[in-house]
C-alpha cells in the first residue's frame, strides 16, 4: 500500500518524472527568476556581480555568495526559504543544487561570524543553465 504524501503547509510537495539533472536545473532557473524586494532578479545582478564587485552586497543579503568561478547558496536564509515555498525544494534546495555539474557542499562562508553551510556551484554550469 503506498501512503500519501505528508502535507507541509506552504510547500508544493510533489514527485515528476523529471530526472535528478533536470530538477537540479529546475531549481537553479528558479532561484536566477527570483526579484529581491528592492526590485532586481538576481539572474539580472548576478550576471553583472562575475565583474563587478560592487553588485556583491546585494546577492549576498540574499543568501548568495559571488566567487570570480563560483556561486554559493546559503542553505538556511530568510530570503531563500521564501522563494522557494511554494515549490518542490521548499524544505531542501540545497539537495537539488548540490545535484548540478561540479557543485558540491561547504562549510567555509562566514556571515556574523558564524560559519554557514553553503552549496558551492561552478560559474560555467550556471552559465550553461542560463543560456
Same mark, same amino acid.
Given at each position: 500500500?503506498?501512503? *500519501? !504524501? *505528508?502535507?507541509?503547509?506552504? /510547500?508544493?510537495?510533489?514527485?515528476?518524472?523529471?530526472?535528478?539533472?533536470? #530538477?537540479?536545473? $529546475? /531549481? !537553479?532557473?528558479?532561484?536566477?527568476?527570483?526579484?529581491?524586494? +528592492? %526590485?532586481?532578479?538576481?539572474?539580472? &545582478?548576478?550576471?553583472?556581480?562575475? %565583474?563587478?564587485?560592487?553588485?556583491?552586497?546585494?546577492?549576498?543579503? /540574499? %543568501?548568495?555568495?559571488?566567487? &570570480?568561478?563560483?556561486?554559493?547558496? !546559503? $542553505? =538556511?536564509?530568510?530570503?531563500?526559504? =521564501?522563494?522557494?515555498? #511554494? +515549490? +518542490?525544494? /521548499?524544505?531542501?534546495?540545497?539537495?537539488?543544487?548540490?545535484?548540478?555539474? %561540479?557543485?558540491?557542499? #561547504?562549510?567555509?562562508?562566514?556571515?556574523?561570524?558564524?560559519?554557514?553551510? +553553503?552549496?558551492?556551484? *561552478?560559474?560555467?554550469?550556471? =552559465?550553461?543553465?542560463?543560456?
Amino acid at each position: 500500500m503506498i501512503k *500519501p !504524501m *505528508p502535507q507541509i503547509a506552504g /510547500c508544493d510537495v510533489r514527485f515528476g518524472a523529471h530526472s535528478e539533472d533536470e #530538477d537540479a536545473a $529546475n /531549481c !537553479m532557473r528558479h532561484l536566477l527568476s527570483a526579484t529581491a524586494a +528592492t %526590485g532586481f532578479v538576481i539572474d539580472d &545582478k548576478l550576471a553583472l556581480a562575475w %565583474g563587478d564587485h560592487s553588485h556583491h552586497r546585494r546577492l549576498r543579503d /540574499c %543568501g548568495l555568495f559571488v566567487r &570570480k568561478s563560483h556561486l554559493a547558496v !546559503m $542553505n =538556511e536564509h530568510w530570503f531563500l526559504s =521564501e522563494h522557494f515555498i #511554494d +515549490t +518542490t525544494w /521548499c524544505l531542501n534546495w540545497q539537495a537539488a543544487l548540490v545535484q548540478l555539474p %561540479g557543485a558540491f557542499p #561547504d562549510q567555509k562562508i562566514e556571515r556574523f561570524n558564524v560559519r554557514k553551510r +553553503t552549496v558551492v556551484i *561552478p560559474r560555467a554550469t550556471i =552559465e550553461a543553465i542560463q543560456s
